[in-house]
T-cell receptor, first 114, second 113 residues
Framework: NAGVTQTPKFQVLKTGQSMTLQCAQD?????MSWYRQDPGMGLRLIHY???????DQGEVPNGYNVSRSTTEDFPLRLLSAAPSQTSVYFC?????????????FGSGTQLSVL | AQTVTQSQPEMSVQEAETVTLSCTYD???????LFWYKQPPSRQMILVIR??????QNATENRFSVNFQKAAKSFSLKISDSQLGDAAMYFC??????????FGTGTSLTVIP
């Protein structure tokens, strides 16, 4: 049981480049989400999904796209990278419906945009 | 708006002593869950403890306990007999009905040998 798998662990981009952060979970979780972590700002929600085909925006969605074609996968796309998107990104998942359930986190992606 | 406030950016504690990390939240909900997560230098997010809002009894997990004051919307974490391995960033999180989690800005805990 791998849990939540995020790739890559590190990435350096140039301004204007695009890329996709991958996230997969093998726990059949309905809820999946992407957070960014910046010093002094905690974890801020970018996008989330409550099931295949259903996505919604979080607190800081601008510059990011998501889709959920399967229960297992929830990729995050940076359309045109900007230095302000330099951050640590976490994918997290949970069972839906019962809000007692904790979030399971991936190991994070350190992204630098030059 | 749902907000979670951790007013202590940094805290330190002597090994074997007790430390309390503060967290307050803003909500109009009556039913929700609260969590404390630990993030060591490895960056991995680890659940420390969780509390159901409808339970008056404070949650306890070994050396970790909470002081949950629902009326005051306060959810502090007490770490007893602090160990070097407790050094980490600690995040308070709030989950109302629905699926979203709201996190505080974190408290960096240093444990002094």
């Amino acid at each position: 049981n791998a849990g939540v798998t995020q790739t890559p662990k590190f990435q350096v981009l140039k301004t204007g480049q695009s890329m996709t952060l991958q996230c997969a979970q093998d726990m059949n979780h309905e809820y999946m989400s992407w957070y960014r972590q910046d010093p002094g700002m905690g974890l801020r929600l970018i996008h989330y999904s409550v099931g295949a085909g259903i996505t919604d925006q979080g607190e800081v969605p601008n510059g990011y796209n998501v889709s959920r074609s399967t229960t297992e996968d929830f990729p995050l796309r940076l359309l045109s990278a900007a230095p302000s998107q330099t951050s640590v990104y976490f994918c997290a998942s949970s069972w839906g419906g019962d809000y007692n359930e904790k979030l399971f986190f991936g190991s994070g992606t350190q992204l630098s945009v030059l | 708006a749902q907000t979670v406030t951790q007013s202590q950016p940094e805290m330190s504690v002597q090994e074997a002593e007790t430390v309390t990390l503060s967290c307050t939240y803003d909500t109009s909900e009556s039913d929700y869950y609260l969590f404390w997560y630990k993030q060591p230098p490895s960056r991995q997010m680890i659940l420390v403890i969780r509390q159901e809002a409808y339970k008056q009894q404070n949650a306890t997990e070994n050396r970790f306990s909470v002081n949950f004051q629902k009326a005051a919307k306060s959810f502090s974490l007490k770490i007893s007999d602090s160990q070097l391995g407790d050094a980490a960033m600690y995040f308070c999180a709030y989950r109302p009905t629905g699926n979203q989690f709201y996190f505080g800005t974190g408290t960096s805990l240093t444990v002094i040998p």
